[in-house]
T-cell receptor
């Protein structure tokens, strides 16, 4: 069973700080690395995604850093705000699939005012 | 508004009483899927459907059934629910396309159904 290991399980950051969530995968045959954001009482929603041909992607305060050789990718939230408090999931899609998502266990992020 | 809807949102039932959770999407998506979410386990796929009349098992299909008679609907059926099926369930859909965009595989999720089996 292919796995994605996500850490930490929970994270508390002061407002204005940088939140960092990490994911590691075991197989190199993946070609899509998304991060989903889930607020309480809602379904997950795509936040940002990256393909393996780039090492970094930035959208506003959110950045994915991708290290192909280490088989790791991380989500950085700059200037973290209380409204960013949510559960974050990383996922990967196998190279031979355009529908499957293999999910990390999730990180509950709390931004303290 | 483009969306995935699920009903009911909350359900408390007893062991063995058959139930159906409905899922509907209005985006004309080919692909639909059911997940269950449990603390510390993330999202686990139950069943998925690539198109009408095409369904396949995900990672945790035991105890569940699905059907895809229409493109927009993908109900989840629990013929004889048990307490270990107490969970938060999500339906999701995506357009079946292999593009070059980093977002080609975006899945759209419903609001979730919280099921408790006593």
């Amino acid at each position: 069973q292919q796995q994605v290991k996500q850490s930490p399980q929970s994270l508390i950051v002061q407002k204005g700080g940088i939140s960092i969530i990490n994911c590691a995968y075991e197989n190199t045959a993946f070609d899509y690395f998304p991060w989903y954001q889930q607020f309480p009482g809602k379904g997950p929603a795509l936040l940002i995604a990256i393909r393996p041909d780039v090492s970094e992607k930035k959208e506003g305060r959110f950045t994915i850093s991708f290290n192909k050789s280490a088989k790791q990718f991380s989500l950085h939230i700059m200037d973290s705000q209380p409204g960013d408090s949510a559960t974050y999931f990383c996922a990967v899609t196998p190279l031979d699939s355009n529908y499957q998502l293999i999910w990390g266990a999730g990180t509950k992020l709390i931004i303290k005012p | 508004e483009a969306q995935v809807t699920q009903n009911p949102r909350y359900l408390i039932t007893v062991t063995g009483k058959k139930l159906t959770v409905t899922c509907s999407q209005n985006m004309n998506h080919e692909y639909m899927s059911w997940y269950r979410q449990d603390p510390g386990l993330g999202l686990r796929q139950i069943y998925y459907s690539m198109n009408v009349e095409v369904t396949d098992k995900g990672d945790v299909p035991e105890g569940y059934k699905v059907s895809r008679k229409e493109k927009r609907n993908f109900p989840l059926i629990l013929e004889s629910p048990s307490p270990n099926q107490t969970s938060l369930y999500f339906c999701a859909s995506k357009k079946d396309s292999k593009g070059t965009s980093a977002y080609y595989n975006e899945q759209f999720f419903g609001p979730g159904t919280r099921l408790t089996v006593l």
